[in-house]
């Protein structure tokens, strides 16, 4: 069966991106390789609530860092090196796309 417990180093996105950049270490039998995978920027509240409910002692929103930018957009930063727990399952995830969304006008 396929491994999709992955240990999370960075997650960075920006403002005007559609995509999160998650760098992580991936394991793969006895060897283990770095890698950066890009996810819809619709994943980044799920993996923020992920990282704060593994470590409810490490407020996130302090563990951010923001670059602003002169055109107003925002670059942001979650440096994970300081968490106790930067493991995520990728499986729990599954399925969460497919949930209804709320649209508002």
């Known amino acids: 069966m396929e491994n999709r417990k992955h240990l ?9 991106d559609s995509e999160i950049s998650v760098q992580c270490i991936i394991p793969s039998g006895n060897l283990t390789f770095e890698s950066t995978v890009l ?13 704060q409910k593994t470590n409810p ?4 929103d302090e563990q951010i860092e923001r670059i602003l930018f002169p055109d107003g957009s925002t670059f942001y930063c ?15 995830f599954l399925g969460m796309e497919k949930q209804p969304r709320k649209i508002r006008a």
């Open 8 to 16: 999370v180093n960075r997650i960075e996105f920006s403002s005007l």
């Open 39 to 51: 996810i819809s920027s619709q994943w980044i509240n799920p993996l923020l609530m992920h990282f």
């Open 57 to 60: 002692e490490y407020p996130l």
């Open 78 to 92: 979650l440096n994970t090196e300081d968490l106790p727990n930067k493991s995520i399952d990728w499986s729990e």
